[in-house]
């Protein structure tokens, strides 16, 4: 068979912010707040608009499950009867596709109204909720300083009483770093089975810049110094290895951690499912509410901007040269210390947005989070093995707590 003979599906990840940066909360090292200096006047997306997003997303893909993920700013602010219509128009424009919806969001607008909505539609949640009050409060605060633990898990009870499915998304920040297991055991007694930790790093510029953007791209070329919210450079590695000792003994089929999936899933050769632990990326663009189109949710600057759905299809912007090339660079832009590293097959240099330092040997690129990784993977290697081993025998890796209380470990 020929290579013109191969029929490629045609696929591509996008995410949706219907109303762009704007938010009803303040927090601290949020990276998008200030994107509301590229769009000082930025509103809700018009109808007219969101039916174009649909059409072109469902038909520019050429498999049988399509997903739409809305996130923000904060993404409840578009209120449901935006919603509504993006129910009407999926369905119009389905044409036999499974469409399924993913929502991120703060949690303080959420009530029955909106839960049985969500519900009823089948609606993915992702809550934000970074502990339990100490550590949420911190820097998940009100425009006017109010703190949000109190709404927010209020927002969770209700998420549970309408079984509406939801994950929990915590950010790893300066403030909660050094309370792995405390944190981890609140969320499983609040009801979270499905958990993402996401390290926070920002870069803040010293001096200023062309975009007015306090908060620079990897590529900056000013002086610039990681933000003081920021979690250090081994601080996540050990959060997520004293998670994982707990995890690995105790919950391994019973609660989920989205980094530990996709760690296996490297392990066994698999799509890790994170963009992040991908040899390459670019295969998730996002849309503002006026219709532009960048490279990545952490890339929107200037020089990213792809284009508009208004007058290119979002299927040409998301497979166009341009994005390509930024997804490859991924790879190519990887450090030859990276390269050589025993764990590359799982880390690929982690993201992009990180790459900020230089290595040993004076190359650019190297992840902030380096000593992190390191650490992390070079401690689940053998458990990660073990599981990968059993799930290739078609036995549930759930095997390795036993394998453990038998003392099949040495560590």
């Not at 039916?51 to 049988?64: A, F, L, S, T």
Request: a neutral charge.
């Amino acid at each position: 068979m020929n290579r013109t003979d191969v029929i490629i599906p045609l696929a591509y990840n996008a995410m949706a912010k219907p109303v762009g940066s704007t938010c009803n909360l303040n927090c601290t090292y949020c990276y998008y707040l200030e994107k509301e200096k590229l769009y000082p006047m930025q509103g809700r997306m018009d109808f007219d608009l969101l039916e174009k997003y649909i059409r072109q997303h469902i038909e520019g893909q050429n498999v049988p499950d399509i997903q739409f993920v809305w996130q923000g700013g904060e993404p409840s602010l578009a209120r449901i009867d935006f919603y509504r219509e993006v129910m009407r128009l999926q369905k119009k424009y389905a044409a036999g596709k499974t469409i399924s919806n993913a929502f991120q969001t703060n949690g303080l607008l959420l009530n029955d109204e909106w839960c049985r909505f969500l519900a009823s539609n089948g609606f993915l949640v992702g809550l934000s909720l970074d502990g339990p009050k100490k550590y949420h409060d911190h820097y998940r605060r009100m425009k006017g300083g109010q703190p949000t633990f109190s709404q927010v898990m209020q927002s969770l009870s209700l998420l549970v009483k309408h079984r509406v499915e939801f994950n929990t998304l915590t950010t790893v920040n300066a403030a909660n770093s050094d309370f792995p297991l405390e944190i981890y055991r609140f969320l499983k007694e609040a009801g979270s089975r499905f958990m993402q930790f996401i390290p926070v790093v920002e870069r803040e510029a010293l001096d200023g810049t062309t975009d007015s953007l306090r908060l620079v791209e990897p590529e900056y070329s000013g002086s610039a110094t990681v933000t003081e919210w920021s979690v250090r450079p081994l601080d996540y590695g050990t959060f997520m290895c004293t998670i994982f000792d707990e995890w690995v003994r105790n919950d391994v089929g019973r609660y989920y951690v989205q980094l530990f999936d996709a760690t296996l899933a490297n392990w066994m050769g698999s799509n890790p499912g994170l963009c992040v632990f991908k040899k390459t990326c670019g295969d998730a663009v996002i849309i503002e509410s006026n219709g532009d189109v960048y490279s990545c949710d952490h890339f929107v600057y200037p020089q990213y901007l792809l284009g508009n759905i208004r007058n290119t299809s979002l299927l040409f912007l998301a497979k166009s040269e341009r994005q390509l090339a930024f997804g490859e660079k991924k790879w190519s832009g990887l450090p030859e210390q990276c390269r050589d590293c025993e764990y590359c097959f799982t880390c690929y240099g982690e993201c992009p947005k990180h790459r900020f330092e230089t290595t040993d040997q004076g190359e650019p690129g190297l992840n902030y989070l380096c000593p992190s990784f390191k650490k992390y993977f070079g401690h689940v290697h053998p458990f990660m093995q073990y599981m990968s081993d059993e799930l290739k025998q078609s036995r549930p890796p759930a095997n390795v707590m036993q394998a453990i209380r038998k003392g099949f470990f040495s560590a």
